[in-house]
């Protein structure tokens, strides 16, 4: 009995199903990505663990990384195969993961086994021509429920899939409208925020740094993030290099970004 209920509990404790798999939300189908390289067969991704993911999602965009997926979750610690196991499927190169523990849980799941009880019976029947001795046995067939009680610690886990893009950019940058912080320190509305820099891009060679505020592109006032947008899709290397004037910890200066030759 105690060699079965050892075998049935290491078998509960084993078919736990994948989280990172179950829990998966795509933000891009990697079979039809372009210009990314996917994890190769046989490959095993690179996992990093992460204790801000806002600042570590930041530095892998800025090193051409692009977020594919996640996978958030509360509960048991997944393991790390399972983890890659779910890279793999959706051929990530790289994974971020953070984990932060919750709680702990009292868990109680019902254990069914077997109970069968067999009656053995013998005696003497009489009848018309005589008499015989008889054997016999009866089986009942059942099961008992054992409550399994277990103490399980529980964490938040969130699993950040990424692709390395193999595209060449002609600024380099992440950019967004000014947020409400921005706008009551810097007592302005109009202007973007840039958020990242490509390593390796023409705004990372200019010195463009993450958190400039960009008032105008080649003496025109930036007004957000569309209007800036469009200038930039405009913009030539035959026309000449593009001229940012910024607002840096409350410095206006002036950065210029050589655009590559088509």
Do not use: H, W
């Amino acid at each position: 009995m105690r060699r079965i209920l050892a075998i049935s509990v290491a078998a509960l404790l084993t078919a736990c199903a994948n989280g990172f798999q179950q829990f998966y939300k795509p933000y891009a189908d990697t079979k039809t990505m372009p210009d990314v390289e996917l994890l190769a067969e046989g490959a095993t991704p690179a996992i990093y663990r992460s204790a801000d993911l806002k600042r570590d999602v930041s530095i892998a965009r800025s090193r051409g990384y692009v977020l594919v997926g996640e996978s958030s979750l509360n509960g048991q610690i997944q393991s790390e195969a399972a983890l890659v196991a779910q890279a793999k499927t959706v051929r990530a190169t790289m994974v971020l993961l953070a984990t932060k523990f919750t709680n702990t849980q009292t868990v109680t799941v019902p254990l069914f086994l077997p109970n069968n009880q067999t009656t053995y019976s013998s005696g003497t029947v009489n009848g018309t021509y005589g008499s015989a001795n008889y054997n016999g046995t009866s089986t009942t067939y059942g099961t008992t429920v054992v409550p399994l009680t277990s103490q399980q610690q529980r964490f938040d886990q969130d699993a950040l899939f990424f692709v390395k893009s193999t595209r060449k950019y002609r600024v380099g940058i992440f950019y967004d409208g000014l947020s409400p912080e921005l706008r009551a320190r810097y007592e302005r509305n109009t202007g973007i925020v840039i958020m990242e820099v490509m390593e390796g891009s023409p705004a990372f060679a200019a010195n463009v740094m993450q958190g400039d505020v960009v008032l105008e592109i080649n003496g025109t006032a930036v007004v957000d993030r569309t209007q800036f947008q469009v200038a930039l899709t405009n913009a030539s290397a035959k026309e000449g290099p593009l001229t940012f004037k910024i607002l840096r910890n409350g410095t206006e200066k002036f950065v210029v970004v050589n655009l590559p030759a088509p």
